[in-house]
């Protein structure tokens, strides 16, 4: 059975997307220990993204991180796609499964977070990354704490983002379980660990991004 057949199988596909979610998850855990050096003050802030973006690894790691993440929409979409073509008859009357069943609002929702997901993302990358250019100090460097005061200046914006943070949360409340499980670790006696670590680790993720611009906001 060749490489291709086999990730475009279901079992294949899932493993994909749980892989490619973990390391996306792993991704936004070093994305916010960064970000929280905005609580260190306008200098630190500063100095830790430009010695981000000024590492020549950045370039390579960016390209890996978008085919990371085009590689988990995709499958994902493929995946809920076929899920959805496979059922003619939708279901009469939805319900729980019961104590034993994992679905939850989290689970039955993670395409449409998913999406709303990649859509902040396009917006954030354009305010953040390719947004509004100041310069501070000498050697001038980028003055990305300006930027990003300003746009959480906007009651609006702040409130977008923690929106969004909030969903960022529950995609992951059910993704870092499921991830797991992709990759074989599903076993009565740590499944539930895992589940409550992921549910924890959601709420610390969605929780730390959502505090960055409620902070901006309320101490400018």
């Known amino acids: 059975m060749s490489?291709?057949?086999?990730?475009?199988s279901s079992v294949g596909t899932k493993l994909l997307i749980g892989v490619t979610g973990l390391l996306l998850f792993?991704?936004?855990i070093l994305h916010l220990v960064g970000n929280l050096m905005v609580f260190a003050g306008e200098e630190t802030f500063n100095h830790y993204a430009h010695a981000l973006v000024s590492n020549p690894l950045v370039i390579p790691?960016?390209?890996g991180l978008l085919?990371?993440?085009?590689l988990h929409i995709y499958k994902t979409v493929a995946m809920w796609t076929a899920n959805q073509r496979a059922?003619?008859?939708?279901?009469?009357?939805?319900?729980?499964a019961g104590h034993t069943s994992r679905k939850s609002i989290a689970s039955t929702t993670m395409i449409w977070t998913g999406l709303i997901t990649l859509a902040f993302v396009v917006v954030h990358l354009a305010q953040m990354k390719f947004g509004a250019w100041y310069e501070i100090?000498?050697?001038?460097?980028?003055?990305l704490y300006r930027t990003e005061a300003e746009i959480f200046s906007s009651p609006l914006?702040?409130?977008?983002?923690?929106?969004?943070m909030v969903l960022v949360g529950f995609h992951l409340r059910h993704g870092i379980a499921s991830a797991f499980q992709s990759v074989g670790a599903d076993h009565p006696v740590y499944t539930r660990r895992?589940?409550?670590?992921?549910?924890?680790?959601?709420?610390?993720?969605?929780?730390?991004?959502?505090?960055?611009?409620?902070?901006?906001?309320?101490?400018?």
């Open 67 to 70: 085919l990371i993440f085009l």
């Open 61 to 63: 790691a960016e390209i």
């Open 26 to 28: 792993a991704y936004l």
């Open 194 to 220: 895992i589940v409550i670590l992921g549910t924890t680790l959601a709420i610390l993720i969605g929780g730390g991004f959502a505090a960055i611009p409620l902070w901006v906001y309320f101490t400018r």
């Open 157 to 164: 914006w702040v409130a977008i983002y923690v929106a969004c």
């Open 137 to 143: 100090g000498e050697p001038p460097i980028r003055d």
């Open 3 to 8: 490489f291709r057949r086999v990730f475009s």
């Open 87 to 96: 059922r003619n008859i939708g279901y009469a009357k939805k319900s729980w």
